[in-house]
DNA sequence: CGTCTATTTGAATGTACTCAAAAGCGGTGG
DNA sequence: CCACCGCTTTTGAGTACATTCAAATAGACG
């Protein structure tokens, strides 16, 4: 049925990475938990803690704060076979600052910080998956510090389509904007001069 | 004799977090290698590849990379008892951008990636201490992500001094600048304006 | 079609940078 | 002990990048 198709799709995520026999995906599937949310839904707000590990399998999901003077904040833009989280709270247990909202009509697949650390036992290897992962995440957090030290708001603009065109595509305007760290009226402003100076 | 006193001082970090009795404490010592370096030398230049968990005994290193304007920016300032590296080619296994450099005569703790895996399976605490350390390097990464994002350079100043007081003291000016995102010119001014905030 | 939200536009402003020059400071050698 | 050299910090003027605020326009959805 339709949630086997949906927990394949995970499946054949982690075999990109990791080599799986039959037995370990029955272990894995068992755990999986598939969450349908709706467009503006939270699956984290502010005060609570993560307690999942949480995999896009349609739509897209949004990380993000807000600081003092109210102003938005995305840290994280995902969309489908992206993960999504506060890796924070998540890791360290604590209460998270962020909010997890879904773009539009979205199909999560949800594994419990419990279930998942049983499933290190059983199936070592995903353990080998997660630690990659979050390398890369703080691989990308690092690459994104530096890139915002290093360049100004118009090449991390060019930056960001010449990588993610199909999120660009996806977000609202003011979304792109918090992520590249502007305001939505600059952002309008350069893209202007974007498409002024590819034509 | 003097190392000894230097690789105790490890021993003693380690057991804040994790406890450790006296054989785990003799496994440990057996793979550490002490190295003195003088101010200005590096550790770790662009196309390297990190292979060590550095520990600083005495002294203090920084961590930076130049872009392509020719503009250094610091990503991480350490001193004694702190942990240095660049994580992203450590645990990637892939070439750095980054150099490590001791901004005065210094003491460091070194452990091999390879020694260190070896030394997991005799002493699986350490795995413990390292994954979490690991896991504090990222939510400083992404707690400075959103320092960048969501306040000016001035406020970012007072926070700094606020949080490492004793770090602003030891490294020069243009370094801290170069930690903060902005040029040494405007520190400048955004120091007399705050000396002249608090008197 | 009307309402609500998102985007665009423009003027005024502010934050931080560039460049150049002067001043400060620490070490070295005479 | 002083003079000099190189490096770091300060100062200031001019400029650029990005924000704020307000108003107009465009789009999406019931």
Redesign the interface.
């Known amino acids: 049925m339709d949630n086997d198709k949906i927990n394949l799709q995970l499946i054949r995520h982690f075999k990109e990475i990791v080599s799986l026999n039959d037995k370990e995906v029955q272990s894995i599937i068992a755990k999986l938990e598939i969450k349908k949310v709706n467009r503006k839904d939270y699956l984290l707000q502010p005060g609570q803690i993560s307690r999942h590990m949480r995999f896009i399998a349609i739509g897209s999901m949004r990380v993000y704060?807000i600081?003092?003077?109210s102003?938005e904040?995305t840290?994280q833009l995902g969309i489908e076979n992206w993960w999504i989280n506060d890796?924070?709270s998540y890791?360290?247990g604590k209460s998270s600052r962020m909010f997890i909202q879904a773009n539009e009509q979205t199909i999560l697949i949800q594994i419990s910080k419990t279930n998942l650390e049983i499933l290190y036992r059983e199936v070592p290897k995903l353990s080998d998956f997660f630690r990659l992962k979050?390398?890369s995440?703080?691989?990308s957090?690092?690459e994104?510090?530096?890139e915002?030290?290093?360049?100004d708001a118009y090449s991390r603009y060019c930056d960001f389509i010449a990588h993610f065109r199909s999120i660009e595509q996806r977000f609202p305007q003011y979304i792109i904007a918090s992520y590249l760290?502007i305001t939505p009226e600059f952002l309008s402003f350069l893209r202007k001069k974007h498409t002024a100076a590819i034509s």
Chains 1, 2 share one sequence.
Request: hydrophobic share 40%; aromatic share 12%; net charge neutral.
């Open positions: 704060y600081d003092e003077k102003q904040h840290l890796l924070y890791l360290s979050i390398q995440a703080y691989v957090l690092q994104r510090t530096i915002n030290m290093s360049v760290g």
